[in-house]
């Protein structure tokens, strides 16, 4: 997936641990998200942010925080990991604007809560 | 809210089969609507997309899609599937006038041989 890295790509964490997931993007784009995607639920937007310094929540923000540290890279945090959030997280990113620009996904992260 | 729907989680059907997969979405304002598909362990790709003009979308690998206004539809079709277009087919809508895309519940196409 063209210039759209998320790190890690697997992780296993204990209820209460904290992490956060990073994505980078190569593209220049201005607007970026995190999404969660689980069976049966589609892609859940989580955060969104438009260009750098901006953030948004989207349908399901409870129990994370992000940080667009600048327009390269918006990092998703959990501070207190739950079962819940066991999912396969997706960075992506558009060029932005009121126009349909093709949005790019990352590969996925693959996060479990035990 | 908008919403996208999906009537279908999954599509079984034998190869060289035609293929359509279905999509409702809600906004009443204007629709930029979107297919995507996911491979195995990928993310997602975008197979298609419709923002004005032509109500007959014609995407990569073969899949076309068809907006129809007065059914809130945005179908996509294949006229004769392979092996490989096995993955899930998600149907899209970005919100009115945002860069958020509303997302579907996904159809699992499972095409054999």
């Known amino acids: 997936n063209a210039g759209v890295t998320q790190t890690p790509k697997f992780q296993v964490l204990k209820t209460g641990q904290s992490m956060t997931l990073q994505c980078a993007q190569d593209?220049?784009?201005?607007?970026m998200y995190w999404y969660r995607q689980d069976p049966g639920m589609g892609l859940r937007l989580i955060y969104y942010?438009?260009?750098?310094?901006?953030?948004d929540k989207g349908e399901v923000p409870n129990g994370y925080n992000v940080s667009r540290l600048n327009k390269r890279e918006f990092s998703l945090r959990l501070e207190s990991a739950a079962p819940s959030q066991t999912s396969v997280y997706f960075c992506?990113?558009?060029?932005?604007?009121?126009?349909?620009?093709?949005?790019?996904f990352g590969e996925g992260s693959w996060l479990t809560v035990v | 809210a908008q919403s996208v729907t999906q009537l279908d989680s999954q599509v079984p059907v034998f190869e060289e089969a035609p293929v359509e997969l279905r999509c409702n979405y809600s906004?009443?304002?204007?629709?930029?609507l979107f297919w995507y598909v996911q491979y195995p362990n990928q993310g997602l790709q975008l197979l298609l997309k419709?923002?004005?003009?032509?109500?007959l979308v014609k995407g990569i690998n073969g899949f076309e899609a068809e907006f129809n206004k007065s059914q809130t539809s945005f179908h996509l079709r294949k006229p004769s599937v392979h092996i490989s277009d096995t993955a899930e087919y998600f149907c899209?809508?970005?919100?009115?006038?945002?860069?958020?895309?509303?997302f579907g519940t996904g159809t699992r196409l499972q095409v054999f041989p």
């Open positions: 899209a809508e970005r919100v009115y006038n945002t860069d958020k895309l509303i």
């Open positions: 593209m220049n784009h201005n607007s």
């Open positions: 906004s009443s304002v204007s629709v930029y």
């Open positions: 992506a990113t558009t060029a932005g604007g009121i126009g349909g620009n093709t949005i790019y």
């Open positions: 942010s438009a260009s750098e310094g901006t953030t």
């Open positions: 419709y923002l004005s003009g032509s109500t």
